[in-house]
């Protein structure tokens, strides 16, 4: 069901949920625990990771179920913006 990306697939309809860490001075709060913003799938988290502002981004984490080779279960900020710039070719 998922897009062909060289022999790996991507399946944005994937159950996802975006989360944020807690922050202080725009830092993340290691002692802290993320918590749920969005729950819906792949693509939805990512659309709404990609609204937030470029200077927070680092905050967000999306946490999926893992399709190896490209998704792994928490998906860094950077992860996010190669499957968003991934997702634009498909």
């Not at 922050?23 to 819906?40: F, K, M, T, V, W």
């Not at 470029?54 to 190669?82: D, G, W």
Request: aromatic share 6%; hydrophobic share 40%.
């Amino acid at each position: 069901m998922g897009d062909v990306v060289g022999d790996s697939k991507v399946d944005f309809g994937a159950l996802a949920v975006l989360h944020k860490w807690p922050s202080l001075a725009n830092q993340r709060q290691p002692d802290r625990e993320p918590y749920r913003l969005i729950e819906g799938t792949l693509d939805d988290c990512i659309s709404a990771f990609m609204q937030k502002p470029a200077t927070t981004r680092h905050l967000y984490e999306i946490r999926t179920i893992a399709q190896p080779p490209l998704v792994t279960e928490i998906l860094s900020p950077e992860h996010v913006l190669e499957l968003s710039r991934l997702r634009e070719f498909l």
